[in-house]
C-alpha cells in the first residue's frame, strides 16, 4: 500500500479517483492506513461509504473485493466453500488411474486439498492482499455473522479445519459500512476506527455533482444540492443521498435543462425519491418558481 505523507495527501489521492472526501472522514482513512486498523463507516445510505471503499482502492492501486452483507449470510458464503463437483471428479479420475493402489485415507487427504478450495470474499482477501477488503452493509447481516468477522478483523487470518490457519501477509485494508438499520456489536467496533459520514454540504455537493458529471453547469449543479438538501429537512421516510443527487443533475442534463424550475422539479421528484408519500409530500416545494 502507498504511505500517504497525510490526511490532506490521502483526500488529494481520492479526490484523482473522483471521490471528494471531507477532512473528518481523510483524516479516519488516514489514520487506518497508517495503524493498520478496520475502518468502520455508517451513515445514512447514500452518503459515499461504499464509493469510499472503490475510491481508496483505486488510490492506492490495488483490488477491492467487496463482501456484500444480507439477512442469512453465513460463513461458507463469506469465507470458503468446498467444490464438491470437482473433488467428486477427481475422485473418480483417480480411482480410474489407481486401480485401487491408494488408500482411503490416502484419497481423503488429497481431496480436502487447496485446489478445491472455492475462496470467498474473506479468504479472498487474505490471500490476495495487498487489497481493499469492503464488507458492505453489515448491519443486514445476522448478529451471527458479525462473530465470523472477528477473527478476519484481528488477526488478519481465516480458519479452514481441514487446512488450517490461513493468515496475510499483509493484512488488507478493511472497509466496513452499516446503514445503522441495528446497532451492530460494540465487539465489532472496538476493532475499528468509526467515523460517521453526513449528507455533504450544498456547496461540497455541487463540487461532487461537476466532478462525477463533467460539463455540468455550475449553476444547475448547485440548484440540484440546494434541492436536494431540502428535501433532507422534509420528514421523508427515505432520505436522498448523493447517489439520488448525482442522477438528478444527470436526468435535468438529458432533458437539455438549465434551470431546475418546480414544474421540472416535480416532473423528475421520481429520479430522486423512491416512495410514493415522499413524492407527494416533496411536490410543490422546490425548484426556481
Known sequence: ??????????????????????????????????LHRPIFLEGDAGVG???????????????????????????????????????????????????????????????????????????????RAPCVLLVDEVDRADDEFEAYLLEVLADAAVTVPELGTITAEVPPVVVVTSNRTREVHDALKRRCLYHWVGHPTPERET?????RLPGLDERLAAQVAAATAHLRTLDLVKPPGVAEAIDWAAALRALAADTL?????????????????????????????
Open 1 to 34: 500500500m502507498p504511505d500517504f505523507e497525510s490526511p490532506a495527501a490521502l483526500a488529494a489521492g481520492l479526490a484523482d479517483a473522483g471521490y471528494l472526501a471531507d477532512e473528518g472522514l481523510a483524516m479516519a482513512g488516514f489514520l487506518a492506513l497508517r
Open 207 to 211: 463540487a461532487i455533482l461537476r466532478r
Open 49 to 127: 461509504k461504499t464509493a469510499f471503499a472503490a475510491a481508496l482502492a483505486e488510490t492506492a492501486g490495488v483490488e477491492l473485493i467487496r463482501l456484500q452483507c444480507y439477512e442469512g449470510l453465513d460463513a461458507s458464503h463469506a469465507l470458503y466453500d468446498w467444490d464438491f463437483a470437482r473433488q467428486v471428479l477427481h475422485l473418480r479420475a483417480v480411482e480410474t488411474a489407481a486401480h485401487g493402489a491408494l488408500s482411503a485415507e490416502e484419497l481423503e487427504a488429497d481431496l480436502y486439498h487447496r485446489r478445491f478450495l472455492l475462496a470467498r470474499p474473506l479468504l479472498r482477501a487474505i490471500e
Open 261 to 289: 424550475t418546480a414544474g421540472l422539479a416535480d416532473a423528475t421528484l421520481g429520479v430522486v425519491l423512491k416512495v410514493r408519500e415522499d413524492i407527494e409530500l416533496a411536490a410543490g416545494t422546490v425548484g426556481a418558481r
